[in-house]
């Protein structure tokens, strides 16, 4: 009974060894997974965020062209009529998603496209 009882004993340290074994093995494979995902996921979020600067860029261009050049056509009009260039700075205001947009007179008042008239101290 003594060697069924020492063969019992020694299957067990086996069946637990080879549990110990496979355990680490999985443990190992899933760090390894781990870190090849996590330079992927890193790859792809720099990707991503340098794609984003792209069209941030792009788009402030536009917005700072397009407010030069109604800078440009307000500087050349010889009358001023306030509020029909306070309609279009509000268009270009909404179309750009700018807060706010403003003219300001020669005398120093201000005009804004969201109504307030800022006058000069």
Known sequence: MRKKGKGLYS???????????????????????????????????????????????????????????????IGETEKIDIPKLIEVLRAVAQENRFKRMGLIVPDGTAYTTDGQIIDPV
Do not use: P
């Open 11 to 73: 299957s067990i340290a086996i069946a637990a060894a080879v549990v110990l074994v496979a355990v680490g093995g999985a443990f190992l494979f899933s760090l390894s997974v781990h870190r090849i995902f996590k330079a992927e996921i890193t790859m792809s979020l720099g990707e991503i965020a340098d794609q984003s600067v792209l069209t941030l860029q792009r788009e402030i261009k536009g917005s700072l062209q397009s407010m030069r050049d109604n800078a440009i056509l």
